[in-house]
């Protein structure tokens, strides 16, 4: 699943912290097969059953197939006709994923969960980090059935990438040095925040590389760049990140959205189908005890245009009525030209939100973490 890395930084001066990222290995499909040991050494795939419906994920065995997540569920039965294909269960996984988490407090107060099955971890008070880490993803196996893949570096942008390299049961530890020299020759699109359109657009100044990011001699990356986007991307091509782990993240916007099975053009069943998803949300809300001012809705056309349209009221509210009149007030006002694909509703703009940053003392020197036998091996590339 991906991570939330929108913070390039500067050199990150010393004593580093040390942060470990921890990721569930094939999430979905793992919580599948440890309810149901029958599936094990079967290829499994967790996907909708619309006709328009994506792969969620797929276990190691469907992944051979060039099965991934994000895939038309239609495209992997063809990749894979006699693989074992699963509806989500998302009760089920946010038992596992609170089982799992629940441990990792025992490890650590300073947790930043991003999603059910990743979080990362600021253990840089722990005298021996690296053991602690190792096992904290123990017991979790033992008591969850779940492996987790981990890297452990000194920001969230090196423990990010650690913990994506040989999986899965990867435990990566490295410096940020060591993390240019080991990804140097990979390909810009194993950095979080370097896109498939960046990677297209870096391919074509001739750079392929990480290293050629670090090393584009002055002028290149500008011809396609500004100013503020070269910088961005030589930070992370140098592994540089000052983001900190945030013990506990504000939620930012609560959002319903649905995929219609075909495109639906009548105003009125956009309306109705508006009102279906402001309930759901609104009971989202009431159980999170939020209440918002901005109202918005996300249209996607049959094209793949995507719209959103937004208004700011004076009070906050969780009513379903005055969410649903703002929104279809939003979708007629906007008056899609094309059938609608898919449609959605949000809030934001939360009463008394704040964010709490946690703040951990460091006290490991960062020389006693790296392990050397870690080196560059091109072969993996």
Known sequence: MAADLDTPGEAIATPRRVIAHVDADAFYASVHLLEDPSLAGKPVIVAGRGARSIVTTANYEARRFGIGSAQPAARARQLCPHGVFLTPDFELYRAYSRRALDIMRTYSDVIEPLSLDEAYLDVTSIERPIAHVRAMVEEIRAATGLQYSVGIGPNKLCAKVLSDFRKPAAFNVASREQCMELFA??????????GPKTVEQLDGLGVTTVAGIRDAAPGVLEALFNERRVGELKARARFEHAGIVESQRETKSVSEETTFEEDVTDIDELTWKLGELTAELCERL????????????????????????????????????????????????????????????????????????????????????????????????
């Open 185 to 194: 020759g990979a390909s810009p699109r194993l950095i979080p925040g370097i």
């Open 286 to 381: 009431g159980k999170k005890g939020l209440r918002g001012r901005t109202i918005g809705i996300k249209v996607r056309l049959d094209d793949w245009t995507n719209i959103t349209r937004a208004r700011t009221i004076d009070d906050y509210t969780g009513d379903p009525l005055v969410i649903t009149e703002l929104a279809s007030q939003l979708l007629r006002e906007y008056a899609p030209p094309r059938p609608v694909r898919l449609l959605g509703v949000r809030i934001a703009s939360f009463e008394g939100s704040e964010t709490e940053v946690a703040k951990a003392k460091p006290r490991t020197p960062w020389e006693q973490l790296v392990i050397p036998e870690l080196a560059p091996q091109r072969g993996d590339w």
